[in-house]
């Protein structure tokens, strides 16, 4: 998730607040900041701020925190220049001036994965069953070991298997309750992680 987190001073206290991409705000889509509680969602109590100052939003196009200027007549600084009108984007450790505030932005977090690709795979998937062993050729082996009980077959692709967050190993999901069988830390928070057979 997007995320930008702001710090500053005001009424005698240090404040720290995050500004999510799709937070629910005052006027969806952006976080209003200013003196007046009814229209702004992160409010000051310096008069030198105007009532409705600025809004920071995320443009999903750019990756990027905007600051725009909601107030022509007491347009903010950011990182000291005048941003009359328009909006500019913010970067970790922009100073934005409203009035005699002075808000400093101490972290951002772009979520940095690459966009779902929803075309399929085919010359992969093509060039994949060539090496595979034909399907028919299974029943022909397994005449062989008639008085023994059959080997399981191979896990289908797709079985999951739950990530120790501590020592890493990769335990089947019924260990969800039980914990880890290697260090005892409990599966809550393991991570599902996909097992690949053994060829």
């Known amino acids: 998730m997007n ?13 720290t607040q995050n500004i999510y991409e799709q937070q629910p705000s005052k006027n969806p889509g952006t976080v209003r900041i200013g003196r007046d509680p009814l229209r ?3 409010v ?26 909601l107030r022509s007549q007491n347009p903010p600084l950011v990182d000291k220049q005048q941003l009359t009108q328009g909006e500019l984007p913010l970067r970790e450790g922009s100073i934005i001036q409203l009035g005699q505030m002075e808000v400093r932005v101490t ?18 998937v093509v060039s ?14 397994q005449p062989r070991y008639h008085e023994h009980p059959l080997t399981p077959p191979a896990p289908p ?14 335990s089947p999901p019924e260990n969800l309750q039980v914990g880890c069988p290697w260090c005892g830390t409990s599966l809550a928070a393991a991570v599902s992680v996909l097992v690949v057979p053994n060829h």
Not at 107 to 124: F, H, K, Y
């Open 3 to 15: 995320a930008l987190t702001l710090q500053w001073h005001d009424a005698g206290q240090d404040r």
């Open 40 to 42: 702004c969602d992160i």
């Open 44 to 69: 000051f109590s310096n008069p030198t701020v105007s009532g409705l100052h600025v809004e920071i939003f995320f443009n999903s196009q750019q990756q990027k925190f905007y600051i725009r200027n």
């Open 107 to 124: 972290a951002i977090l772009i979520n940095s994965v690459p966009p779902t690709i929803l075309t399929p795979p085919t010359p992969p």
């Open 128 to 141: 994949n069953q060539p090496t595979r062993p034909p399907i028919n050729q299974q029943p022909q082996v």
């Open 157 to 170: 692709p797709g079985i999951y298997g739950l990530e120790c967050p501590k020592c890493h190993k990769v």
